[in-house]
């Protein structure tokens, strides 16, 4: 295995993280959107250095950059203090984001964030990790269940928000790991 590092960033690595992030969902996700979509998500929604700065300076947040020899390959987006409807935010942590870049898939880069993630989670004293992820992603689910996860729900993204995005792909699960 190679020498896979995580650094905890702040708000002076926001375009790095930003041209990152990019990179990455244009290589798993662009197949999502209708004509426009992608670049509006990208570019205005998810990843403008605007939004992630605030969104790093934000104390409840946790950015991550995961490097394999010095080389960024994937990113985590972490809320502390995170609840599933109806839950006790004090209870439960949201892995937001966890994207991993094509040339680190299968180099044990996700398993290693992922304890990363769960090793945080038990840090704050959680009950309970969720995350969302799409119910078209085979892959990823396959992944989600073997570190653990359950399904916990399921809901549509907005038609009003995400109306550039295929109707195909607007269906998310929410899976979560208890400890």
């Known amino acids: 295995m190679e020498l ?39 570019n205005e929604f998810a990843y403008p250095v605007s939004k992630i700065t605030y969104e790093i300076e934000n104390k409840n947040c946790l950015h991550y950059i995961a490097y394999i020899n010095n080389t960024a390959v994937g990113y985590l987006k972490i809320n502390i203090d995170a609840a599933i409807e ?43 990790i969720f995350l969302k992820a799409m119910d078209t992603a085979d892959q990823a689910m396959k992944f989600y269940t073997k570190m653990g996860y359950a399904l916990a729900g399921s809901f549509r993204l907005s038609d009003t928000i995400f109306h550039l995005m295929k109707e195909e792909y607007r269906g998310m699960y929410i899976l979560k790991k208890s400890f």
């Not at 790095?16 to 979509?37: Q, R």
């Open 4 to 42: 896979i590092e995580i650094k905890k960033i702040d708000s002076t690595s926001a375009e790095a993280l930003s041209s990152l992030a990019k990179t990455i969902y244009v290589h798993h996700y662009a197949h999502l959107w209708k004509p426009g979509g992608m670049d509006w998500y990208m």
């Open 86 to 128: 109806g839950g006790d935010i004090k209870d439960g942590i949201e892995l937001e984001r966890i994207y991993i870049d094509t040339t680190a898939v299968n180099k044990g880069v996700g398993t290693y964030l992922m304890n990363f993630v769960f090793d945080i989670a038990k840090s704050y004293q959680k009950k309970y």
